[in-house]
């Protein structure tokens, strides 16, 4: 299976049974005590159900913003969020989010940490219990599941915030800057992962990365957004099979269009600032 390469511009989307996520004509504007600040401007474009979709820019330009309006955790100056076809007007109890540190609790194990979210959210225990084993199996962390985050490494560390971050089965994943924190090796490992993981789940994915190869490998489309206020660019098809194995993905011609037309943009915009 193929994706389309012919250049998406970004145009108005409108709520749709088959959106996960959507935005409409979505600004930010902070007021600070020397002066009002305008983080978004202007975005539109909708993310479908089970699609795969990262945002890149540069530094400062909204891309957090975006999933903290996702999330209902930010209100837009002007516009509309939606979630699952619903305005987001506060916070969203159904999507999983993943952050860039793992935040584990340190005195309690792998399992336990996952647990934590069936916990929180009231969870029925034995469920929870058989979700948790599917995810560790999944992720691989079979073997250390009473394992303290300390006796852990980076990479396993994130997989359990994934995994607690998929426990409830999440219609929609938000994943800001997941594994910036880790090494070269390790990223690559955790990115042929999370694409495993996306295909057997089929959840919703928005992915804020700083990594242009990692946004195209793991994505059915990159956002590309401006400096600040952020608006979108140009929303980049990446046409790769969805079956991606990660060394051949990488040499391939399609992939290195994505990632050039990407970096040209990010290019330009720095160009034009």
């Given at each position: 299976?193929?994706?389309?390469?012919?250049?998406?511009?970004?145009?108005?989307?409108?709520?749709?049974?088959?959106?996960?996520?959507?935005y409409e004509g979505v600004s930010v504007r902070f007021t600070t005590r020397r002066q009002q600040v305008t983080a978004l401007s202007d975005v539109e474009f909708s993310v479908d159900r089970g699609e795969f979709v990262s945002i890149v820019g540069p530094s400062g330009c909204g891309k957090s913003t975006l999933l903290r309006l996702t999330?209902?955790?930010?209100?837009?100056?002007?516009?509309?969020?939606?979630?699952?076809?619903?305005?987001?007007?506060?916070?969203?109890?159904?999507?999983?989010?993943?952050?860039?540190?793992?935040?584990?609790?340190?005195?309690?194990?792998?399992?336990?940490?996952?647990?934590?979210?069936?916990?929180?959210?009231?969870?029925?225990?034995?469920?929870?219990?058989?979700?948790?084993?599917?995810?560790?199996?999944?992720?691989?962390?079979?073997?250390?599941?009473?394992?303290?985050?300390?006796?852990?490494?980076?990479?396993?560390?994130?997989?359990?915030?994934?995994?607690?971050?998929?426990?409830?089965?999440?219609?929609?994943?938000?994943?800001?800057?997941?594994?910036?924190?880790?090494?070269?090796?390790?990223?690559?490992?955790?990115?042929?992962?999370?694409?495993?993981?996306?295909?057997?789940?089929?959840?919703?994915?928005?992915?804020?990365?700083?990594?242009?190869?990692?946004?195209?490998?793991?994505?059915?489309?990159?956002?590309?957004?401006?400096?600040?206020?952020?608006?979108?660019?140009?929303?980049?098809?990446?046409?790769?099979?969805?079956?991606?194995?990660?060394?051949?993905?990488?040499?391939?011609?399609?992939?290195?269009?994505?990632?050039?037309?990407?970096?040209?943009?990010?290019?330009?915009?720095?160009?034009?600032?």
């Amino acid at each position: 299976m193929t994706r389309s390469t012919s250049k998406a511009a970004p145009v108005a989307d409108h709520a749709t049974t088959e959106q996960a996520v959507g935005y409409e004509g979505v600004s930010v504007r902070f007021t600070t005590r020397r002066q009002q600040v305008t983080a978004l401007s202007d975005v539109e474009f909708s993310v479908d159900r089970g699609e795969f979709v990262s945002i890149v820019g540069p530094s400062g330009c909204g891309k957090s913003t975006l999933l903290r309006l996702t999330a209902g955790l930010l209100a837009p100056s002007s516009g509309t969020a939606r979630l699952e076809g619903a305005v987001v007007d506060g916070p969203r109890h159904q999507i999983g989010f993943a952050f860039q540190r793992a935040a584990l609790l340190e005195w309690r194990s792998a399992r336990r940490n996952i647990l934590l979210q069936a916990e929180m959210r009231g969870m029925d225990a034995k469920e929870a219990a058989v979700r948790a084993d599917e995810l560790i199996e999944m992720t691989g962390l079979k073997g250390f599941e009473d394992a303290l985050p300390h006796e852990m490494s980076g990479g396993m560390q994130q997989r359990v915030a994934l995994c607690r971050a998929l426990l409830h089965r999440p219609p929609v994943l938000l994943m800001d800057e997941p594994f910036g924190a880790l090494d070269a090796l390790t990223r690559e490992q955790m990115n042929v992962e999370l694409r495993n993981i996306w295909q057997a789940t089929g959840t919703t994915v928005l992915l804020v990365t700083h990594s242009i190869p990692e946004a195209v490998y793991l994505s059915d489309r990159v956002v590309v957004m401006t400096p600040r206020p952020g608006r979108v660019e140009e929303i980049i098809p990446v046409d790769l099979p969805l079956d991606r194995n990660y060394a051949t993905t990488l040499a391939s011609p399609q992939f290195a269009a994505a990632t050039i037309r990407i970096r040209e943009l990010l290019g330009a915009s720095h160009a034009a600032e």
